[in-house]
Nanobody, 125 residues
Framework: QVPLDESGGRLVQAGGSLRLSCAASGRPSAMGWFRQAPGKEREFVSVIAWSGGRTYYADSVKGRFTISRDNAKNTVYLQMNSLEPEDTAVYYC?????????????????????WGQGTQVTVSS
């Protein structure tokens, strides 16, 4: 198992920035961020491969969010800039042991075996 510990969510004004952190106790093949707004399905935000650092983003966050990793700390970050009220959601960190995840359905929550407890991000207008 790869227990995940998220942090960083809070209330922020539109146009502001936040950085979410997710510490993993192990070293998965890939780690991603998803989010879920009230009444909506969980949606893909971003993913990073632990080896090589390849990344993907949802169209809705491209150019505003940046995912990165710290190998020494087994931690993944999601830097969120130019936040919009539409970004309000519970953000979940997820990890996958699938080696070729980024060659396939990296946006599919079912491909991730491990999940954090979620952290609330609220963007006020």
């Amino acid at each position: 198992q790869v227990p995940l510990d998220e942090s960083g969510g809070r209330l922020v004004q539109a146009g502001g920035s936040l950085r979410l952190s997710c510490a993993a106790s192990g070293r998965p093949s890939a780690m991603g961020w998803f989010r879920q707004a009230p009444g909506k399905e969980r949606e893909f935000v971003s993913v990073i491969a632990w080896s090589g650092g390849r990344t993907y983003y949802a169209d809705s966050v491209k150019g505003r969010f940046t995912i990165s990793r710290d190998n020494a700390k087994n931690t993944v970050y999601l830097q969120m800039n130019s936040l919009e009220p539409e970004d309000t959601a519970v953000y979940y960190c997820a990890a996958s042991d699938l080696i070729y995840l980024l060659n396939g359905r990296y946006f599919d929550p079912s491909k991730y075996a491990y999940w954090g407890q979620g952290t609330q991000v609220t963007v006020s207008s």
